[in-house]
């Protein structure tokens, strides 16, 4: 067992996450995570940014700094609220919204860049194929999608499923091009070391 795991299995309907934002959950950590600060710092986080499954809205609001259209969506109307409020207290034009990341196309919008923080790795095989679906939907074709998840490189069996380089490149395999899978971490609130994970990089053909 990974001691520095985070506990919660993985929730599945809007008002079990809701819940974990009575608290700080493990994976909200007050700022972006390192790997997707690269991302922008590099500039490949271009155009209309849509983070999704944002949480409390860190990714978008990073977006939102560097000048660009930035949206956030989640299940958790808990998240949301906070997100809204963050965007105030900082003065950003990042809009917030609760929707289902399985119905992307609701929003009627579409966009060039696509944020997925933690995300994937607490969808069941059905919900996966469902949100890859969703994603053709709503990314422009060139767009690109950037993937944090949990890799199967982490110890233990806690918290979200693990998830392999293969099930990335077969769930993907069909109107997208995978243009690299790296090792990377994400950082939790429950203190070092990060969780090992795997961060994706796809263009929408």
Not at 1 to 22: C, G, L, S, V
Not at 31 to 43: T, W
Not at 84 to 103: C, M, P, S, V, Y
Not at 141 to 159: I, N
Request: with cysteine; proline share 7%.
């Amino acid at each position: 067992m990974d001691d520095h795991a985070p506990r919660a299995a993985q929730p599945r309907k809007p008002h079990d996450f809701n819940a974990f934002y009575a608290a700080t959950p493990p994976w909200d950590i007050g700022h972006p995570q390192p790997a997707f600060q690269r991302l922008a710092d590099g500039g490949q986080i271009r155009g209309r940014v849509l983070d999704v499954g944002c949480g409390t809205g860190e990714h978008a609001l990073m977006a939102a700094r560097l000048g660009l259209e930035a949206v956030g969506v989640d299940t958790a109307p808990a998240a949301i609220a906070i997100a809204q409020r963050k965007a105030r207290e900082r003065a950003l034009g990042a809009r917030f919204a609760t929707a289902n990341a399985l119905d992307l196309a609701q929003l009627g919008e579409q966009f060039d860049t696509v944020l997925d923080c933690g995300l994937f790795h607490v969808l069941d095989d059905a919900d996966r194929r469902a949100f890859v679906d969703s994603l053709a939907a709503a990314v422009r074709p060139g767009g690109r999608y950037f993937m944090l998840c949990f890799s199967d490189r982490q110890s233990g069996d806690q918290g979200p499923r693990r998830i392999t380089e293969a099930e990335i490149r077969s769930s993907f395999a069909s109107g997208w091009r995978v243009d690299s899978i790296q090792p990377a971490h994400l950082e939790i609130t429950s203190g070092p070391p990060p969780i090992l994970a795997w961060l994706a990089s796809l263009t929408r053909l």
